[in-house]
């Protein structure tokens, strides 16, 4: 993601202005389409090529999304509002990061408790989320038995799979919303640049 948001924020900015808001919002939410779609069809046995690029491509469509948002907002308020406008679609942003980030972070949490209640034996039940903490930790990994590890790993690759649904309900919705975005600067600053 890291590297495919920055290198799609500068074209987005290079060629928003050419074809439109709507349209550089669109190959954004196209872009997390196909980064979801490629996480969604991921598997463990598949190796971290798919996942690799499925999170280039969600980077690539925030890239081009909210490059497109921001200038979009920039372009269509009066000046004397801008700092206005920009300092509250940042806040939106962070408080949607945040919040976007506990849900699917609940939501790995829920399904992988309800699957370990499910699916661990008897003797390690109680541990509940912390047996999936050794995971994590070499020196404990080694120490749980095979069955049990088998089970951690398998719970835990559901658990992600949860969350690339999560991120492909997201990318839906997004491209749905674009569709309504604006394509051109509205007269607000038409006449700004006018004068």
């Known amino acids: ?15 928003l202005i050419k074809i439109g808001f709507m349209k550089t919002a669109l190959i954004g939410a196209s872009c997390l389409m196909i980064g979801s779609l490629l996480l969604l ?7 971290p090529v798919p996942t690799g690029f499925g999170s280039f491509f969600v980077g690539a469509g ?4 909210t490059t497109t948002y921001i200038v979009s907002i920039q372009s269509n308020v009066e000046w ?4 206005v406008a920009t300092a509250s679609n940042m806040f ?5 990061n945040t919040m976007g980030v506990s849900l699917m ?14 699916h661990v034996p008897s003797s390690e039940e109680s541990l509940g989320l ?12 080694e120490q749980l038995p095979n069955d049990v590890l088998g ?18 309900i997201l990318a839906v919705i997004t491209l749905i919303l674009n569709v309504f975005l604006p394509n051109a600067v509205t007269k607000v600053n038409d006449d700004f640049t006018k004068n």
């Open 41 to 47: 069809i991921s598997q463990p046995e598949y190796g």
């Open 151 to 168: 089970v951690l790993q398998e719970g835990l690759a559901i658990s992600i799979q949860s969350i690339f649904w999560f991120i492909a």
């Open 1 to 15: 993601m890291s590297i495919g948001w920055p290198i799609c924020s500068t074209i987005a900015g290079r060629i």
């Open 62 to 65: 925030m890239g081009f999304c």
């Open 130 to 141: 912390g047996l999936a903490d050794a995971l994590l930790d070499p020196v404990q990994r």
């Open 80 to 83: 004397s509002i801008r700092g």
């Open 92 to 96: 939106m942003r962070i408080l949607g």
């Open 105 to 118: 972070g609940a939501l790995l949490n829920t399904r992988l408790l309800v699957y370990l209640e499910e």
